[in-house]
Nanobody, 115 residues
């Protein structure tokens, strides 16, 4: 059984920074893709950043230049700088295994940016 556990969310003022962490545990030794999605109230869940095992990371246009995703073993991190109110959302860790043919999700961590 695979589990993803996020940490690092919280309340921050506009212009501030936060770092989210996600730890994956279970039988899968390595994921093909790990990253972060977010869902704001009344909106659909959207991709924020993805870090493939091979290749360059991918970012939503709204976070390019402000957020950085990086992974180490079965951990994935999201460094968020220059936060603004539009970044307020629940952030979900995501991990994809081609071998298992599925994606896994964390429970989510709330990020609130006060203006």
């Amino acid at each position: 059984q695979v589990q993803l556990v996020e940490s690092g969310g919280g309340l921050v003022q506009a212009g501030g920074s936060l770092r989210l962490s996600c730890a994956a545990s279970g039988k899968i030794l390595s994921f093909n893709n790990m990253g972060w999605y977010r869902q704001a109230p009344g909106k659909q869940r959207e991709l924020v950043a993805a870090a493939p095992r091979v290749g360059a990371a991918d970012y939503a246009d709204s976070v390019k230049g402000r957020f950085t995703v990086f992974r180490e073993n079965n951990m994935v991190y999201l460094q968020m700088n220059s936060l603004n109110a539009e970044d307020t959302a629940v952030y979900y860790c995501n991990a994809v295994s081609y071998t298992m043919g599925r994606a896994y999700w964390g429970q989510g961590t709330q990020v609130t940016v006060s203006s």
